[in-house]
């Protein structure tokens, strides 16, 4: 079981990134999948989530700027990053979970599988 995050890179202040979080080894389209973000010096944050039923979350941050969707056929998840700002620079890390309740999407500590991680910098 794995999820391989990528499409991270370095991006101009109001630029965009599709980041990709590619799973293998579990039957994604039962999961939960989340996305992350951790900045220098700062805990882990939620970014966004996406349950099996395509209903989504997102953090407040990032309202209106970033989507996320998922492609149950290819076992991919993405997220579409627009509008970037220099504090959005972080790693990100996609993760996953079969069984998460509702009040644990927020929280990483309701997923169980995670991705390495990708890191996004946003210069000024």
């Known amino acids: 079981v794995q999820l391989q995050a990528s499409g991270g890179g370095l991006v101009q202040a109001g630029g965009s990134l599709r980041l990709s979080c590619a799973a293998s080894g579990l039957t994604f389209r039962s999961y939960t999948l989340a996305w992350f973000r951790q900045a220098p010096g700062k805990e882990r944050e939620f970014v966004s989530a996406?349950?099996?039923?395509?209903?989504?979350y997102f953090a407040d941050s990032v309202k209106g700027r970033f989507t996320i969707s998922r492609d149950n056929a290819e076992s991919t998840g993405y997220l579409q990053m627009n509008s970037l700002k220099p504090e959005d620079t972080a790693v990100y890390y996609c993760a996953a979970s079969a069984r998460i309740i509702l009040s644990n999407i927020y929280n990483a500590e309701g997923y169980n599988l995670w991705g390495q991680g990708t890191l996004v910098t946003v210069s000024s």
């Open positions: 996406i349950r099996p039923s395509a209903h989504t």
